[in-house]
């Protein structure tokens, strides 16, 4: 790969377009200074893709643009093309086929930059890719450009390890490590952002579930409901329909028995009206004495119910009797041994009183001579206590005191550290509060920002869907459409292939006119297909040349003219086998083809031949002149056939005549008047009734109808079916005719259909296009609205939290500063507690040992007293309090000896009362008994007449029954009939009415026609009273449901198809994740190696280089760790002839330049680049060093292309061409070349070389 052309327009100096030509060698760009020599080399630099304006000499991008001079307004634009031609050597992958790559680079004023490969738009990434690892990049080793050389050696390590780097081919690598760790920080930014989704999908995804499966429940007891119900009404249809039948058979047969005698039915009547009068009476009997049984039947009935209700009582009465009687004799049983109890607890208590009231006098005596003593000894102990009491307390208050005093400083210490730290936090807090309030609103702002950018994404998706859809729909129906139309051009382009393949073979015809045909077509110059195109063009409408044309051969006549569909039929009635007669060119023709007849045997045709008017039939007939059998029609004598050569009058007219046939009938110029003859004297008629009218008025005219009836010119009349063999031979090329039109049509519209359809597909392409990038912003922008609104939230919190903390911590500031001056009063008013509380505590003890002499003293004697009082005490309690249980004791038993008493009295009361009821209710009820039997006699008495009664209503009855049936034999045969001729009817109607209500419903309900499915269905086994409760109970659970959302299903698909989708999206992160970090390490594994390869390779070369260069001396590289970085670099230890090891920094300008040029020339003997720009490297050199300098670079010419910019004339000597910059004008760059290679040529053979003249390359 080398440099062969580089192309300026508006770059820099470079004002007009100025082309460059680079050859393979050396070559040199020289100029003064300022000229614009460097600004080359920014142009290779910036098409190359360099980005940093610092290092084209710029502040700004802008600053490569044209700036305009003293003549000259600014460019709009600067651009710059590179041509890189494939020399053989390294060249990139994806070009190697080419033979040249260009690189074109344009930057407009409003910095919009554009970039191409071989014209076509590329990105700056694929320029730059093009360079990568080649050492030949704006970045690499290859382009030294001024100022560089100084920057090799003041470099940092690690900065000056990119040269090495680029050597070592790793720069593609490392260019992918980084675009590998911006991926993965992305994916984790991704991944929080789908997680977020996910849980917020994930709840929808519960909901949406629950609803889905109530809607699925509710879908399938719908459908459940549906089939049961069509079902039913299936079977109910089907009755209908067998009951409406059944209904309107009955009716017929009813209908047809509508007669009966009158006379009978009025005599029957009568007598009917006379036995119902007498039966009448005799029901009024009857009906009276079945009201007096039934009312004295009740009566019984009420009365037996009385006396039952009273044996109830009576027998009631005596089991209480009873009951009262025993309880009676245990209450009294009970009452005499609580009695001898009391009596027993009487005396107890009384003895216990007595034994009481002793020990009671003893306590009293022998407790007023304790108490006298126990007196003095409280006094003085209570005084004692008092004292101690009180030197306690007074110790107990003095350590208080001073406790509390030591508590209160040391709290008042921590209380002023305290406030200085809460004073601190508020004013931390305050700080926070601000700064968490800013932040909410920023993020407020966004997020109604980006929601509103969400609507509108969303609106934009919902639109694109819309149109989706809608274009989707479209394609179906243009789909079908053009389906409908390949199906009917299909259908007629086979019947109108079938028709034609039918009309070419002759079929239809007579073997004889086939034949004839075929023969021709046989013999025709280009056979058969000639004759086709010959024969097609014989029909009407053909211009005046393929009439000429066809005019050469046989034609029938039905091929050569044009029938109106109505006429086809009356055209063959009239001509009947004349429509297979061959119009011959001549009669020579005409005999040629009677000849082939007969010798090949193929049957017998007629032939006409206008020239001449004659007719010739097969096998050699006569033919007759049409003059003379005109005059002999007129004579009188008849023709051969109907409609040849009449005896003419008039055309008929006038009622009855549609019109003449020939004047319907067309046929081409050069046939028509053959065609004319053949039909003259044909009339049609509407009908035979018509024809038969105008024979007479019209003699020698032949009338024809247009459905082929036939009264000829010799009175024949022939009618009937119209049917023929020869019928379908007009009608067949009429469709031939109409299908053709008919193919054009459905073919230009299945065109149309398919461009709409191509235009559809396009449009839905293009919108789904649309809909999916729309989708996956949305999507983007869902994410980024998720992650807002949880950092507006998180920032509310923060807020709140904040307003709160502060708020808090300012009433704790509050609070601790009253706390303090609390606290200083409280600690002064202590203090002066302390020194008064410790002198009452003084006299306190002094008193108090005073008082403990005089306590002794007084308690000498009252010990054993105390003892003594104590016995008497215990003994005298314990005999009270026996006393009191057996106290206690009595009176309860005599509470129950006065409880028993009074339920004795109420007992004895009880049982009289219910003895005397017994008694009484006996006797009433022996008196009931008696009256009850005296009424159960009058109610048989009542039953036997009544029995008796009705014996006689029944006879009266049966008499009746029998005129009745007498009556209806003849009554009812015409009445009921009558009657259920009208039920019938009008129960037809009411199964029909309810037939339509069912359907409507069934059609409404489901969009179902009841009578297309109800047979099918109706067939089913089945239970329709169980089908009837599952379908009730269906509808309850319908109803139990609820409101369903039916879109929940489709809801729930699409949005776990989307959770689907990303947790897809989340676990293909997480493996292109760990893929990332597995091509990270690779790459480092991979970088290291070729770095410490391509390291010690250039170390050696450089160690090698430097000497040659120095003209002696030593140097190497070292490695470095950087342990900030992690990263090693690369130091420069070099050694100049004559000198000790020293740091490079301190060698001279020209040590430096020979240093750095060691370490490329080492670095190019390692990986030669595909060229080198030395922009100015040898400036600091001496004439000896540029010698070394200038051999190095002839040396490295062979492996590389070499572009210098030099001031050096030593250097100018060894380039093959030279391009010279010149600013003519001021601000403007211009170029000159000369091809120093070709001087050097003219030189060595003895021509002179001192008039070089420059020509400008632009």
């Not at 084209?56 to 710059?80: C, K």
């Not at 005109?630 to 008039?650: D, I, M, N, Q």
């Not at 509380?837 to 007293?865: C, H, I, M, W, Y």
Request: net charge negative.
């Amino acid at each position: 790969m080398r440099i062969k052309k580089i192309e300026l327009i508006g770059f820099k100096s470079f004002k007009d377009r100025t082309v460059i030509q680079f050859d393979a060698g050396i070559t040199g760009i020289v100029g003064p200074n300022g000229c614009g020599k460097s600004n080359i080399v920014d142009a290779l630099i910036w098409v190359m893709g360099e980005m940093s304006a610092k290092d084209l000499r710029g502040a700004t991008m802008s600053d490569v643009i044209f700036a305009g001079a003293e003549n000259y307004a600014p460019a709009g634009l600067a651009e710059v093309t590179l041509t890189l031609e494939n020399d053989g050597g390294p060249f990139p992958a994806q070009y190697a086929r080419h033979s040249e790559i260009m690189l074109t680079r344009r930057l407009h004023r409003s910095g919009e930059s554009e970039y191409f490969i071989n014209k076509e738009p590329a990105r700056l990434r694929d320029i730059q890719e093009v360079f990568m690892d080649t050492g030949a990049g704006s970045k690499g080793f290859s382009i030294i450009a001024q100022g560089m050389i100084g920057k090799i050696i003041t470099a940092k390590p690690e900065d000056r390890r990119m040269l090495i780097e680029e050597a070592a081919g790793i720069t593609k690598f490392k260019a992918r490590k980084r675009e590998s760790q911006r991926k993965i920080q992305s994916t984790d930014q991704n991944l929080l952002r789908l997680a977020d989704i996910l849980g917020e999908l994930k709840r929808q995804l519960d909901s949406l579930e629950r609803q889905a499966q109530r809607a699925e429940r509710y879908r399938g007891l719908k459908q459940q409901i549906e089939e049961l119900d069509l079902w039913l009404s299936s079977r109910h249809f089907r009755d209908l329909k067998e009951a409406a039948d059944q209904a309107q058979r009955i009716f017929q047969e009813l209908q047809a028995l509508e007669t009966q005698s009158e006379a009978e039915v009025a005599s029957l009547t009568a007598e009917l009206e006379t036995l119902q009068l007498g039966l009448v009476e005799q029901e009024k009997r009857v009906n009276e004495l079945q009201s007096r049984q039934f009312d004295r039947q009740s009566a019984l009935q009420k009365q037996e119910l009385e006396m039952q209700s009273l044996k109830f009582e009576i027998e009631q009465a005596r089991r209480s009797e009873q009951m009262a009687g025993s309880l009676l004799q245990e209450q009294r049983a009970r009452r005499d041994l609580l009695t001898r109890d009391a009596q027993n607890l009487e005396a107890s208590v009384q003895r216990l009183a007595e034994e009481s009231s002793r020990l009671a006098a003893e306590v009293r005596i022998k407790n007023e001579e304790l108490e006298a003593v126990q007196a003095r000894i409280a006094e003085a102990d209570e005084e004692l206590t008092s004292q101690r009491r009180e030197l306690f307390a007074l110790g107990q208050t003095l350590s208080a005191i001073e406790g509390k005093l030591m508590g209160l400083q040391s709290q008042f210490s921590d209380l002023s550290e305290r406030e200085e730290n809460e004073k601190q936090i508020l004013q931390e807090l305050l700080e926070k509060k601000l700064a968490f309030s800013e932040r909410r609103t920023r993020l407020q702002n966004d997020f109604e920002r980006e929601r509103q950018l969400q609507q509108q994404y969303m609106s934009e998706e919902q639109s694109l869907e819309s149109d989706r859809k809608a274009l989707t729909l479209q394609m179906t129906e243009k789909r079908a459409e053009q389906d409908e139309f390949k199906d009917k051009l299909n259908e007629v382009t086979s019947r109108l292939y079938g028709l034609e393949n039918l009309q070419q073979n002759f079929e239809g015809f007579e073997a004889g006119v086939r034949n004839v045909m075929l023969w021709q077509k046989a013999a025709a110059p280009g056979g058969e297909a000639a004759q086709v195109g010959a024969y097609a063009t014989s029909g009407f409408g053909t211009s005046a040349d393929e009439g000429a044309d066809s005019a050469d051969s046989f034609q029938p006549v039905s091929e050569v003219v044009e029938v109106p569909a109505d006429y086809e039929i009356a055209m063959e009635a009239a001509l009947g086998s004349r429509l297979q007669l061959l119009l011959a060119p001549n009669e020579d023709r005409a005999l040629e083809a009677v000849d082939y007849l007969k010798s090949q045997n193929s049957g017998r045709s007629s032939f006409y031949c206008q020239v001449g008017a004659y007719a010739t039939s097969g096998f050699g007939t006569s033919a007759v002149s049409t003059d003379s059998a005109r005059a002999e029609s007129r004579s009188g004598k008849s023709a051969s056939s109907p409609g040849v050569f009449p005896s003419l009058g008039e055309a008929p007219s006038g009622p009855g005549v549609e019109c003449l046939l020939g004047d319907v009938v067309k046929a081409n110029e050069s046939r028509r008047q053959a065609i004319s003859f053949l039909l003259d004297g044909v009339a049609v008629v509407d009908s035979l009734r018509s024809a038969l009218q105008l024979r007479d008025a019209h003699p020698g005219w032949t009338f024809v109808t247009r459905d082929g009836d036939t009264l000829s010119a010799e009175g024949v009349l022939t009618g009937g079916s119209s049917a023929g063999a020869e019928s379908g031979v007009l009608r067949r090329r009429r469709e031939i005719k109409e299908l053709t039109q008919q193919k054009n049509e459905w073919a230009g519209k299945l065109a149309l259909v398919q461009t709409s359809l191509k235009k559809l597909e396009d449009q839905l392409k293009t919108v789904t296009q649309y809909c999916e990038v729309a989708q996956k912003r949305k999507m983007e922008q869902d994410i980024r609205v998720t992650e807002l609104r949880k950092d507006v939230e998180r920032a509310e919190v923060e807020s709140e939290n904040a307003v709160m903390a502060s708020q808090r911590q300012e009433r704790t500031v509050g609070q601790t500063g009253e706390q303090l001056n609390t606290l200083r009063s409280r600690i002064e008013e202590i203090e002066a507690n302390v020194l008064e509380t410790r002198r009452k505590k003084s006299l306190a003890e002094e008193k108090a040992r005073n008082l403990e002499v005089e306590l002794q003293t007084a308690k000498v004697g009252f010990d054993p007293l105390r003892i003594e009082v104590m016995d008497l005490q215990a003994r005298s309690a314990a005999r009270t309090q026996e006393n009191q249980g057996l106290h206690q004791q009595l009176l309860m038993v005599q509470k129950q000896l006065e409880e028993l008493d009074r339920q004795l009295g109420r007992m004895s009361e009880e049982s009289a009362k219910n003895s005397t009821f017994a008694s009484e209710n006996e006797v009433y009820l022996e008196q009931k008994k008696i009256d009850f039997e005296r009424g159960i006699q009058e109610v048989e008495d009542l039953k036997r007449r009544l029995a008796h009664s009705r014996d006689e209503y029944e006879q009266q009855s049966a008499l009746v029954h029998e005129n009745e049936r007498q009556n209806t034999a003849a009554l009812k045969e015409r009445n009921e009939r009558q009657h259920r001729m009208n039920e019938s009817q009008i129960k037809f109607e009411q199964m029909r009415m309810k037939e339509q209500y069912l359907i409507d419903q069934v059609r409404e309900k489901y969009i179902q026609n009841l009578p297309e499915i109800y047979l099918e269905r109706a067939e089913r086994e089945g239970d329709p009273a169980e089908a009837e409760k599952e379908l009730q109970e269906l509808r309850e659970k319908v109803a139990k449901i609820g409101e369903v959302n039916l879109s929940a299903i489709e809801e729930f698909d699409e949005t776990s198809k989307r959770h689907q989708f990303l947790k897809q999206q989340q676990d293909d992160l997480t493996e292109a994740k760990a893929q990332l970090h597995r091509v990270v390490d690779r790459i480092n594994r991979i970088c290291s190696k070729r770095f410490k390869e391509t390291f010690d390779l250039v170390n050696e070369r450089f160690t090698k280089v430097f000497p040659v260069l120095f003209g002696g001396g030593e140097a190497r590289l070292e490695m470095s760790e950087d342990p900030d970085k992690g990263e090693q670099g690369i130091e420069i230890i070099a050694r100049p002839p004559g000198k000790k090891m020293q740091n490079i920094s301190l060698l001279s300008g020209g040590e430096k330049a020979l240093t750095a040029v060691s370490l490329v020339f080492a670095i190019f003997l390692v990986k030669p680049s595909p060229y080198c720009l030395l922009d100015e490297v040898d400036a600091p050199l001496d004439d000896a060093n540029v010698y070394r300098f200038n051999d190095l670079v002839r040396e490295m010419s062979k492996r590389s292309q070499i572009i210098v910019v030099t001031h050096n004339k030593h250097t100018m000597e060894v380039a093959g061409k030279l391009y010279g910059v010149t600013m003519q004008e001021r601000g403007v760059s211009t170029m000159v070349s000369v091809n120093l290679s070709d001087l050097r040529n003219e030189s060595v053979g003895g021509k002179a070389a001192t008039d070089v003249r420059a020509v400008p390359t632009a």
